[in-house]
């Protein structure tokens, strides 16, 4: 039951007690009667005050509930009162608090129990023992059990955003992660043919224009992805407009013609990649590839690179390897230095449960070495 319907339902009872109450107060026994009616008035006005100040209301209903009780009165009604108040009262309580303040309750009705035994009799303490402390403890357990739900569900709910903070930072991880691969790698591509225009634009105009054309080709390519990358910051929005479709594994032969047109001599050799993979495994292979050729763009322009993709044997394997060009590719490498490249290499392949290795081979060069195995990959 909701907080709300509780709440209402704990008035409505309240106010029933103390018209009960009343009642009994109006029978036989006029002289008794008397001095008990302004009790169950005062009972009654404060249940208005219950949400407010539930603690104030259940020391005047214990106060009221062992007046009647030393009188000599059985009085159920009295006995749901307090039930009822008490379980406003200690809803919002920690368990031990609340405890304690039951016992308190229990405590000061106990010493006019006593005292109606001694003055009214064994038997009529008994049963008005039964009247108030039946309601009192049942009370009380379904306050607990209430309150121990809720402690759940807040539980539940701060570990819903617990995960829901994990997932939005790893997101940002990988947006970011993204965003470099693609900015990255086209603005070496597009640095290089810059620098080939400028060098070609007075002597050979032809291969400066073939030069600014592929500029073209390449920041159109790159603006097209950072859309996508883009488009998942936005909230609903991402679907309105036409996005371009996510590289697959089929667009490292364009990756490769895209590092050719910078002056990187690319050869490109793919086995068994006809063979179905998931999308993210594709993707992450596509973005590794895209970073090592970008890496033998950036650091040995005038070096030749070969790059492989093989699907076989349970495995993805793909490697990039340049021979570093004429000064051996002595510059430091992404990753090696300040750079994130490598690191960001290894922790797409690691995803997968694969394996990286990047360095500088024998005789210059450099070497980037991936393996991927195929149990999850696979479609």
């Known amino acids: 039951m909701a907080e709300s ?6 008035t409505v009872m309240a106010a029933a007690a103390g018209a009960v109450i009343l009642t009994i107060a109006a029978g036989p026994g006029g002289h008794a009667a008397g001095r008990q009616l302004l009790i169950p008035l005062m009972a009654g006005a404060l249940v208005v005050v219950l949400r407010r100040w539930p603690l104030p209301v259940l020391a005047v209903v214990t ?9 000599g009165h059985v009085s159920l009604p009295a006995g749901i009162l307090l039930g009822v108040v008490l379980y406003v009262a200690v809803l919002g309580l920690p368990r031990p608090k609340s405890i304690a303040l039951t016992m308190a309750v229990v405590a000061a009705l106990g010493a006019t129990l006593l005292y109606s035994a001694l003055t009214a009799g064994t038997g009529q303490a008994a049963a008005a023992a039964i009247a108030i402390f039946v309601p009192l403890a049942g009370a009380w357990c379904i306050a607990d059990s209430v309150a121990a739900r809720r402690r759940y569900q807040a539980g539940l709910a701060a570990q819903a955003a617990r995960e829901q903070a994990a997932d939005v930072r790893e997101e940002r991880v990988r947006i970011a992660r993204e965003m470099h691969d693609v900015v990255a790698h086209a603005l070496a591509v597009i640095t290089v043919q810059a620098g080939v225009g400028r060098c070609l634009a007075a002597t050979r105009p032809d291969e400066a224009t073939s030069a600014l054309g592929s500029i073209e080709t390449i920041s159109r390519t790159a603006q097209d992805e950072l859309r996508v990358v883009l488009g998942l910051l936005r909230d609903g929005e991402a679907g309105s407009a036409p996005l371009a479709p996510t590289p697959r594994l089929i667009d490292v032969t364009g990756l490769a013609d895209t590092v050719r047109a910078a002056g990187v001599p690319v050869e490109l050799r793919m086995s068994g990649t006809d063979r179905p993979l998931s999308p993210s495994l594709e993707l992450s292979i596509y973005r590794v590839m895209q970073e090592a050729l970008t890496n033998v763009v950036k650091h040995a322009s005038e070096a030749r690179a070969v790059a492989e993709v093989t699907v076989a044997a349970g495995k993805v394997r793909l490697e990039v390897r340049d021979d570093g060009g004429p000064g051996g590719g002595l510059a430091p490498r992404g990753g090696l230095g300040k750079g994130h ?19 500088p081979v024998a005789g210059g060069g450099f070497q980037v070495t991936a393996e991927v195995p195929l149990g999850d990959g696979a479609s």
Do not use: H
């Open 5 to 10: 319907q509780w709440s209402a339902t704990a």
């Open 63 to 71: 106060a009221t509930a062992g007046t009647v009780t030393a009188t």
């Open 341 to 359: 490249g490598i690191t960001g290499m290894r922790e797409r392949i690691g995803a997968f449960d694969g394996w990286l290795v990047a360095g």
